[in-house]
């Protein structure tokens, strides 16, 4: 009895314990573009439909699951995920003004970092995507929003927010119960392929799926434990060579991933692998803030999950254009439930 009373002891200390299938509840937010904007725009109501998706957030316990996923009310969320392209212009001045570093300070406002310090009432985890600028020393005005993105890394590793964090201070991983949360930037990949012609400055992700393979090896091994994997983009984006897709999926195939979240490209639901006898991955395209956001929980060896938006009015413009405009209502939509993996 002795040496077992030993063994739990060593094992909580090393941190390997976790909350057992039965006691797993994980409830989280995940968004993406939010695009934050500034002088000169042509999207002068965005910031404040951020914001106002930034209330909804937080007020998100006051809702239930739609009933046809199982309804219930949701539980107050552990974090608020923005994957990307979180401001618009990464590295752009605009009549002297350096509208990039005007651009992060609306972002700051508004997601704030540990739900104390913005007017999001959770910790926010972001990442960066192909609008968020180039890597540090390599932006032309004077602000780089990767330096910043940086900073914000090591405070949420001093917090305790994220538990591992890549030696480039750009991509992160952290536990809630026994779930692994890991952020890869940009996109999956080490570097960009020399097959794809697009920016390689821009589009570099800088490391992030040898991060990955070293992260997964250490802090999930064979545990069997449910994997969320997070980027700006996902499959369906067009820098990203089907060479590096191949790698990313042989990389992850042996893992339980519970769901690949991503944004970039719009709004939905999809099953994704390299053919048809592989397992599939769920994939969770996670849409623009300014539009609404998914509620997505993990219990016990079943996730769900929803887009809550906006329900916008489309009509025509007195020039010609559609015109889009909000009179305050939501609704859920992209809803599903899926099984996980059985935990080891």
């Not at 509840?25 to 695009?35: A, E, G, K, L």
């Not at 932006?139 to 591992?164: H, M, P, T, V, W």
């Not at 692994?180 to 097959?195: C, E, M, R, S, W």
Request: contains cysteine; hydrophobic residues 35%; negative net charge.
């Amino acid at each position: 009895m002795s040496k077992v009373i030993a063994l739990i002891a060593l094992l909580l200390l090393s941190g390997t314990v976790f909350a057992g299938t039965d006691g797993r509840d994980v409830t989280f937010i995940s968004t993406s573009d939010s695009h934050y904007v500034s002088v000169g725009t042509r999207h002068p109501k965005r910031n404040a439909n951020d914001r106002e998706t930034v209330f909804a957030i937080n007020a998100v316990t006051d809702l239930n699951w739609p009933e046809a996923i199982g309804g219930g009310p949701i539980d107050v969320p552990r974090g608020v995920m923005l994957l990307g392209d979180v401001i618009d212009d990464g590295d752009s001045m605009f009549e002297g003004i350096n509208i990039t570093e005007k651009q992060y300070e609306h972002f700051v406002a508004d997601f704030g970092l540990d739900g104390t310090d913005g007017v999001l009432k959770f910790p926010a985890f972001e990442t960066w995507g192909n609008h968020d600028g180039p890597p540090v020393g390599a932006e032309r005005y004077g602000f780089s929003f990767q330096a910043r993105f940086k900073e914000r890394n090591a405070i949420r590793k001093q917090k305790g927010l994220i538990d591992n964090l890549s030696s480039t201070g750009l991509h992160y991983s952290w536990d809630w119960d026994d779930v692994h949360f890991v952020t890869l930037g940009i996109y999956p990949a080490d570097v960009q392929n020399a097959k794809i012609r697009y920016n390689k400055v821009w589009h570099d992700p800088q490391g992030a799926l040898t991060f990955l393979r070293e992260d997964l090896a250490k802090n999930v091994g064979d545990s069997g434990r449910p994997v969320i994997l997070m980027s700006h983009c996902g499959i369906d984006a067009d820098w990203w060579h089907e060479e590096d897709k191949k790698a990313f999926y042989d990389l992850v195939a042996s893992y339980n991933v519970a769901a690949y979240i991503y944004g970039h490209s719009g709004t939905g639901i999809r099953q994704w692998a390299l053919t048809e006898t592989q397992r599939k991955l769920l994939c969770i395209n996670d849409g623009q803030t300014e539009n609404g956001f998914f509620v997505i929980q993990l219990q016990n060896d079943r996730i769900r999950y929803g887009f809550y938006g906006k329900q916008w009015k489309t009509e025509t413009g007195g020039d010609g254009q559609p015109k889009r405009t909000w009179e305050g209502q939501w609704v859920w939509r992209f809803t599903g439930t899926a099984d996980m993996q059985p935990t080891k």
